[in-house]
């Protein structure tokens, strides 16, 4: 078992406080209690879901951080890469607004980078086209970090 806490972080604690241990789950000790009615659950604690890394940063550009959300599916094989690009007009965008169908889409099997670039009118054309040449060289660079 592992400590968690500090001792100086236990000494503020109330005193009825359960002090927290890390430990592996065959170190967890078994329940001996049985209350009438209680049953145990058999969970597969796996990832069946995609993981979402959000606000990874790819490039600083005219003082401006660019993000990508990168979406993983569950699984530690390699996997194809969409690079997904918001439909805007290229005018500032809001990726959160289309996160939940890009996990759906990560679901079937694909890594998804949705991409942040310069917008207009701030930002003229190509620059848009640029920023998400400099994301998909990123994301080509970091498939040792990301299995796509």
């Known amino acids: 078992m592992k400590k ?30 049985d209350p009438a009615g209680m049953k145990t659950l058999d969970v597969d604690l796996k990832p069946h879901y995609p993981q979402v890394h959000l606000n990874v940063v790819y490039a600083y550009k005219d003082s401006l951080k660019l993000h990508l959300h ?38 079937h099997g694909y890594v998804v980078a949705m991409v942040e ?13 640029r920023d998400l040449n400099t994301a998909t060289r990123f994301m080509h660079d970091a498939c040792g970090a990301v299995p796509c």
Do not use: C
């Not at 500090?6 to 000790?29: C, H, I, N, R, W």
């Not at 670039?117 to 086209?129: C, D, G, I, L, T």
């Open 4 to 33: 968690i806490m500090t001792d100086a972080e236990l000494s503020g604690m109330p005193q009825d406080y359960v002090e927290p241990f890390e430990m592996a789950k065959d170190e967890f000790p078994q329940a001996t209690d």
């Open 70 to 107: 990168i979406i993983v599916p569950a699984g530690e094989r390699r996997f194809p890469l969409i690079m997904w690009v918001q439909g805007s007009a290229f005018h500032k965008q809001n990726l959160g607004n289309h996160l939940a169908h890009m996990v759906e889409v990560a679901k």
């Open 117 to 129: 670039y310069r917008y207009a009118p701030r930002w003229s054309f190509p620059v848009q086209v």
